[in-house]
């Protein structure tokens, strides 16, 4: 791990911007397409959606626990606030918006599909009073729905950080994570994907430290071994979900012991079961990307900076924009297996995305 700061948080910048394209590509689902060879059509194991959460909570606690740890703690509880009020704001304003649009031009079926709404068609005061009180998010902007809840509980959390209360943090997540397994409830799942970061932020300088301390071989090993097993278990992924009948046969398995491997895999990697596995797996991946991120900085800033700079340091602007032109795109074109048409309207749909990001107009409105 480099030890330059500056180099550390723009990696963090490129990275998350990293995620955000892959989420756009993803949400829009126009499959075939070659896109699909970086974004894994949100089939693999983890997806972006995981660094995202993780990179963010990260953050948080870099920045509101770290390194504003000598502030108010007021001052801190504040800031945090005053963030969830504007990702609440632009939760529910987005949720109204994409789910009306699926309402008001995509029932006819004439049209591209958007994701399903799980309301009933045209209720519009129950999506307004779904939207107010938390109870549904568009799947397009979701994430604004955890964040409000995520900074929040950043304030108590952030708390127990400055008196040293790490562990409790930890068990108090990993508590809150099992009841969500059993409840099912999708915030209380994804938390621990958001705190665990947090309090691995609030110490970041120590981590760090520590790992520069580390004897030369030792970091070479740790680097080594986390990239082969990402390597390894992201190939994996790709056989089960794309090539299932190939793996069967490379392996020389029956049926019945190929379903029972596959079964074994859905029950801790499905998106239903976010399990233990899944948890351990998103923040290996999640190490992976950032020393590949890290070591391949000069090349992304040269020849892609231009996309991952805006997309990472204004994330939330094209988290929220990003469902615009994806209807556009969906109200004009019907869906196809034409693997070039929808590898260029994935494309269009990327710089139109870009181009509002860059607006100055819409940064003054839209939440960085």
Known sequence: MSSAPSSRILTFDYLRGFFILIILIDHLWRWPNIFSFISGEGRLWVTAAEGFVIISGLLVGYIRGYKNRREPWSMVAGKLLRRAGVLYLWSVITTIVFTGSFWLFFLQ???????????????????????LTLEYAHIWTFFLHLYTIFLILGIPVIVLLRRQLWWLVILLSGALWTVGIWLQVEWLIWQILFFLPATAGYHLEAIRRFLTGLSLSMRRSLKVSVLCFTVLSMFVSMLIEFHGNTLQTALSWTPAIYMQFTHTTQSLFSHEARSFAWVMVSFIW???????FQAALPWLQRWLGWLLEPFGTRSLTAYILHGVPMVVTLYIFVNSTNIWLNSLLTLANILATWALVESRWLQKIIPR
């Open 286 to 292: 999640f190490i992976a990307f950032y020393m590949l």
């Open 109 to 131: 079926g004439s049209h591209g599909a958007m994701p399903y709404v799980s309301l009933s068609n045209n209720d519009w005061p129950l999506l307004i009073k779904s939207a």
